[in-house]
């Protein structure tokens, strides 16, 4: 589970990213490491979660287009949204995901 995380990129494709997991069921780094790099060779898929809500702001920076994705936390959700902006071909500037009250 992410509990937290921290995305940044930049123009000449660098990105940094951060994230704070729990649950995962082995204790070895090494392990979350491979389960990871093995699901970049799969194609991007995920199951529908029709009660996520997004919206566009224009006017709240004025570089970006900003978003603000809002939806029950369960398993898979950061997922579905990273397969939707992925699968629109957006580009990510920064994020910041984070769960409210627990």
Request: charged share 25%; aromatic share 6%.
């Amino acid at each position: 589970d992410v509990v937290d995380a921290v995305v940044a990129t930049w123009p000449d494709g660098g990105a940094l990213e951060s994230f704070l997991v729990r649950g995962f069921e082995s204790p070895d780094a090494g392990a979350l490491e491979s389960a990871i790099v093995a699901a970049f060779g799969q194609p991007l898929s995920s199951p529908p979660h029709p009660d996520i809500a997004v919206h566009f702001d224009d006017d709240g920076s004025p570089w970006y287009s900003r978003c603000e994705v809002r939806t029950d936390d369960r398993r898979g959700v950061l997922r579905t949204i990273a397969v939707g902006i992925a699968s629109a071909r957006a580009e990510v500037h920064a994020a910041r995901i984070a769960a409210e009250s627990g």
